[in-house]
Structure formats: structure tokens, C-alpha cells
């Protein structure tokens, strides 16, 4: 009797039931929560490539410091960002660092670059 209580009931059709939902909503969490991870490396990179361009304007707008500028706009960022950096100069003292930004998403091998551009006031030679 017990057991055609239940079977009436429908509890035992509804075992189980919360694993197959969380097994098919898994896949989109883990994509929503590598979009995540992404967005916040996509700002981490942007903002190591505000660091490096500033050191390296800082550095290259000082007379006695001249030609030093990428090598302290490297050293400013993260170890792991500074290998592929390029930092460019140009015009008075305008430093331009482009940072490649690494991807976590399997197939796509990069999101591009974060570009930065910072600009200081030379010195001035006393003639």
C-alpha cells in the first residue's frame, strides 16, 4: 500500500531529477564564468599598459635617464604581461605601450592588444 502511495504521488519519478538540471545548466556557468575571468584580464591588461606607458614617459622625459624608457615601462608591469610589451616613443616625450591580452577561452588565441598612451614634458637642456 505504501508503495502505491508514493508511485501515486510521483516522488518517485522525481528522483534524481536536481542533478540532470544541474548538469545541464553546468556548461553555461562555466561559460559565463570564464566570460568573467576574461573581462577582468582584459582590464588587467589595460591597466598594465597605462603602467608601463607612464613609467616609461616618466623615465624618458628625464634628460639623464634618455633611451631607458621600455626597459622601465617593462619592469613597471607584471612579469607575465611584460615579455610580448612593446613600448614605442615618439613626438616630445609620448610613450606608447601595446599589451597583448592573453586568452582562457579555448579556440580563440588572442583578444588583440591594450594600447596605451602617456605623454610628459621633456627637460630641457641649459645652453
Do not use: C
Not at 631607458?68 to 613600448?87: E, Y
Not at 616613443?89 to 597583448?100: E, I, K, L, Y
Not at 577561452?105 to 630641457?124: E, I, L, N, R, S
Request: hydrophobic share 45%; no cysteine.
Amino acid at each position: 500500500m505504501n508503495l502505491l502511495r508514493r508511485r501515486i504521488n510521483g516522488r518517485e519519478h522525481d528522483r534524481g531529477a536536481a542533478i540532470l538540471e544541474f548538469a545541464g545548466f553546468l556548461p553555461i556557468l562555466l561559460i559565463v564564468a570564464m566570460a568573467g575571468i576574461q573581462l577582468g584580464i582584459v582590464g588587467y591588461a589595460a591597466s598594465q599598459a597605462g603602467t608601463a606607458a607612464r613609467a616609461a614617459a616618466r623615465t624618458e622625459a628625464q634628460e639623464e635617464f634618455r633611451g631607458q624608457g621600455a626597459a622601465t615601462g617593462k619592469a613597471a608591469m607584471s612579469d607575465w604581461l611584460a615579455g610580448g610589451t612593446v613600448i614605442e616613443f615618439s613626438g616630445n616625450v609620448t610613450a606608447t605601450a601595446r599589451v597583448p591580452i592573453p586568452s582562457v577561452v579555448p579556440g580563440v588565441p588572442d583578444f588583440g592588444h591594450a594600447v596605451k598612451a602617456v605623454t610628459m614634458p621633456a627637460d630641457q637642456e641649459d645652453r
